[in-house]
């Protein structure tokens, strides 16, 4: 776990849980203004798939936001408002969240 921490250079971030927060992605909806500007032909199930096979998460912004990081693809969550704001194929990572993916694959 530690050495995974090491990789997650991300602004604002509160806590990080591995694994995965869990999440009831039955209520989630999509932030269709924020989504959908996006233009990264992910849909809703493709972002919920993220979310529930996803390895860690992190709490971001005081605890309004989640993010869930899958080996296929993350998405980020509104936990207030129940929306997913924007989600991303795993060829859109960073090489920070790669490693620390492939660290977690070892562990």
Do not use: C
């Not at 990264?40 to 971001?60: F, G």
């Not at 693809?73 to 790669?98: H, S």
């Amino acid at each position: 776990k530690n050495k995974t921490k090491k990789y997650l250079k991300i602004k604002n971030t509160k806590t990080i849980t591995i694994p995965a927060r869990e999440t009831d992605t039955n209520v989630l909806e999509i932030d269709k203004e924020h989504f959908e500007s996006s233009n990264r032909n992910i849909t809703k199930s493709m972002a919920i798939d993220y979310i529930k096979n996803a390895r860690y998460s992190v709490e971001v912004w005081d605890g309004e936001f989640e993010r869930f990081f899958s080996d296929d693809g993350a998405a980020y969550v509104n936990i207030k408002k129940n929306t997913i704001r924007t989600a991303f194929q795993e060829e859109m990572f960073t090489d920070n969240v790669r490693k620390s993916l492939e660290v977690m694959k070892n562990d």
